[in-house]
């Protein structure tokens, strides 16, 4: 008998472990609970304009590491830019850029954690042509300028080298005058370069 009794208390024991309270919601109280309710388009909408913009592609919404190749818009507006250098005056001659002969090099955009970054490497050459007034006469001088590489933030470093188709009834002094003039290039060049510096930042 006393061990029915055990028995049943136990069972007694067992089935209040499982007991629980449902809380019914009465008239008057204070706070009731929430009704779902479906979104509308204007609440899409109004989401998704409180999020912060994402600066990469439309797959990368976690602005993860990405890189767009900017080749091909560099090069093009590299070229453009020098071109639109214009002449220069020296005293004794005048030239200009006519071409871009070399412009060798990689432009990209790189996207991280929603941060943007932009760099650059490029080397270039410059085709030039000018008339100096050389012992009375005039003379057509073609040449070449070479800036080697150089990189995003380096052009207060910028360098050029000159290179002269050969003349032959040029002496060297003439020579040497006529490169000192065409390296005066250099500043407009680096002031175009810079300028491109900015463009492909705001891209």
């Known amino acids: 008998m006393a061990s029915e009794e055990a028995e049943k208390k136990q069972e007694e024991q067992q089935g209040a472990s499982y007991t629980y309270w449902v809380r019914q919601v009465k008239e008057g109280d204070a706070a009731p609970l929430p009704v779902p309710r479906k ?22 919404k976690a602005g993860t590491w990405e890189e767009k ?3 091909k818009w560099a090069s093009d507006r590299i070229k453009e830019l020098l ?6 005056e020296f005293p004794a001659g005048k030239a200009e850029i006519s ?15 929603n941060k ?9 050459t410059l085709k030039v042509k000018g008339e100096w007034t050389i ?16 990189s995003f ?11 002269l188709i050969e003349e032959k009834d040029l002496l060297h002094q003439d020579k040497s005058r006529i490169s000192q003039d ?9 002031e175009k370069m810079l300028q491109f510096e900015q463009e492909l930042k705001d891209r």
Not at 39 to 60: A, H, K, R, V, Y
Not at 83 to 88: F, H, K, Y
Not at 182 to 190: A, D, E, G
């Open 182 to 190: 065409l390296k005066l290039f250099l500043q407009p060049v680096r």
């Open 83 to 88: 071109i639109s250098v214009g002449s220069l």
């Open 153 to 163: 933030g380096e052009l207060d470093d910028l360098q050029m080298e000159v290179r």
């Open 116 to 124: 943007k970054r932009v760099g650059y490497t490029y080397e270039l």
């Open 135 to 150: 012992r009375e006469e005039k003379k057509t001088v073609k040449g070449h300028i070479d800036i080697p590489e150089f």
């Open 69 to 71: 190749n900017l080749n």
């Open 39 to 60: 979104l509308t388009p204007d609440d899409i909408i109004n989401d998704s304009n409180s999020q912060p913009p994402n600066l990469g592609s439309l797959w990368n």
């Open 99 to 113: 071409d871009v002969s070399k412009c060798v090099g990689d432009a990209f955009l790189v996207t991280v954690r």
